[in-house]
């Protein structure tokens, strides 16, 4: 089983994933961008370009999409017919939210083409309101993505919802705002009604 822990920047995916472990200690734990060599790679670039042009739209694209294809390579690929669970920090619904200026629909298919048709079984999106995101932002410095500012994180947010309704996946959004031990019984949950 593929399940997904999305959301936008401060929202509280890593803790959850970190908390995550301890609960399933035999699950297999990713990470989109940088699940694999690659992948780390091409998140460097990404977040934190060393030249001072801006990322063209269809580069940044496309970087997603090339580490999104090897992450199927290397991680996905191998336990797409097992039980094994896959946790994983993003997932195709980032790279297609976060994408500017491109056709969501086109993005899909693009996507479905680099995972070989494998979605995740469940899509957790944590959600913020402004104030919390505003509060949390304040608190931390900002890569090439966050430096976008909280509006373009709120409608990165929305996306989202949007594109798990278009990949007509199971997914459930939950409050970011809750204790870290509500927001964990209820994503192992919802893990427990799919296994």
């Not at 694999?36 to 998140?43: D, F, K, N, V, W």
């Not at 060393?50 to 970087?63: C, I, Q, T, W």
């Not at 996507?111 to 995740?120: D, K, Q, V, W």
Request: with cysteine; hydrophobic share 40%.
């Amino acid at each position: 089983m593929y399940v997904a822990i999305e959301g936008i920047d401060t929202c509280g995916k890593s803790t959850q994933i970190e908390l995550l472990k301890a609960c399933y200690p035999d699950a297999t734990f990713t990470k989109e961008p940088g699940g694999s060599a690659l992948g780390e790679q091409i998140r460097n670039l990404i977040l934190y370009p060393s030249h001072n042009a801006p990322l063209d739209s269809r580069a940044e694209l496309f970087l997603f999409l090339a580490d999104r294809a090897q992450h199927y390579h290397e991680v996905l690929s191998h336990h797409r017919h097992t039980q094994t669970l896959v946790i994983s920090d993003r997932s195709l619904v980032s790279g297609i939210a976060y994408a500017k200026d491109v056709d969501k629909e086109w993005n899909l298919a693009l996507n479905i083409f680099a995972l070989r048709e494998m979605l995740p079984d469940l899509v957790v999106i944590l959600k913020l309101d402004r104030d919390t995101l505003c509060d949390r932002m304040r608190q931390k410095s900002h890569d090439h993505i966050e430096s976008r500012g909280i509006d373009y994180m709120l409608t990165i947010q929305d996306q989202f919802i949007s594109i798990v309704q278009m990949m007509k996946v199971k997914f459930v959004v939950l409050d970011a705002k809750q204790s870290q031990e509500v927001i964990l019984e209820r994503i192992c949950a919802e893990i427990g009604n799919l296994m």
